[in-house]
T-cell receptor, first 111, second 112 residues
Framework: SQELEQSPQSLIVQEGKNLTINCTSSKTLYGLYWYKQKYGEGLIFLMMLQKGGEEKSHEKITAKLDEKKQQSSLHITASQPSHAGIYLC???????????FGQGTRLTINP | DGGITQSPKYLFRKEGQNVTLSCEQNLNHDAMYWYRQDPGQGLRLIYYSQIVNDFQKGDIAEGYSVSREKKESFPLTVTSAQKNPTAFYLCATKDRGASPLHFGNGTRLTVT
């Protein structure tokens, strides 16, 4: 069973549109991380959320962690071709030491 | 990430052979991790180590082995017992406290 569930698994949007990716767990998360990956390459760190209710933004990407620390969302405003890739959420389970990831969301931006 | 070196980038082996993937870091991070990624899927945790000479199994440790004799190094051996070893393998490190994982560029292993 997957400890972190991401949705959707695949997303195709028109350039300029907004989009949201979700990451959910049935367990309390100890640190929530968002990464971006181009296929076959390493992961690029986007943001880290620690506290319930926390929200962070970088350029056109905003990430939130809910109050219960069991769900996070990643929102992209006015999407651009450079946003295309695979987005992965990761989190600490069973304390902060065991770090697991969701299945990933493949984002395609159509011009 | 310039601080984590995974080598080689591509690795080919025949079925039945053990193969060792290298992961070296100069970030002075205590914790190191190995993940496996299959096409179209996320990362699955194989093994992790918080300190030298200690490591824990992740979710898919069967058919793999690791060692942590030095802080800088965390090699992963894919044994012949691993039924589907062809995959993209990523090594990561983490500093203490609230800090993100730092990833290497990965090794793509193909077993035929």
């Amino acid at each position: 069973s997957q400890e972190l569930e991401q949705s959707p698994q695949s997303l195709i949007v028109q350039e300029g549109k907004n989009l949201t990716i979700n990451c959910t767990s049935s367990k309390t998360l100890y640190g929530l991380y968002w990464y971006k990956q181009k296929y076959g390459e390493g992961l690029i760190f986007l943001m880290m959320l620690q506290k319930g209710g926390e929200e962070k933004s970088h350029e056109k990407i905003t990430a939130k962690l809910d109050e219960k620390k069991q769900q996070s969302s990643l929102h992209i405003t006015a999407s651009q071709p450079s946003h295309a890739g695979i987005y992965l959420c990761g989190a600490g389970i069973q304390g902060a030491q065991k770090l697991v990831f969701g299945q990933g969301t493949r984002l395609t931006i159509n011009p | 990430d310039g601080g984590i070196t995974q080598s080689p980038k591509y690795l080919f082996r025949k079925e039945g052979q053990n193969v060792t993937l290298s992961c070296e870091q100069n970030l002075n991070h205590d914790a190191m991790y190995w993940y496996r990624q299959d096409p179209g899927q996320g990362l699955r945790l194989i093994y992790y180590s918080q300190i030298v000479n200690d490591f824990q199994k992740g979710d898919i440790a069967e058919g793999y082995s690791v060692s942590r004799e030095k802080k800088e190094s965390f090699p992963l051996t894919v044994t012949s017992a691993q039924k589907n070893p062809t995959a993209f393998y990523l090594c990561a490190t983490k500093d203490r406290g609230a800090s993100p994982l730092h990833f290497g560029n990965g090794t793509r292993l193909t077993v035929t």
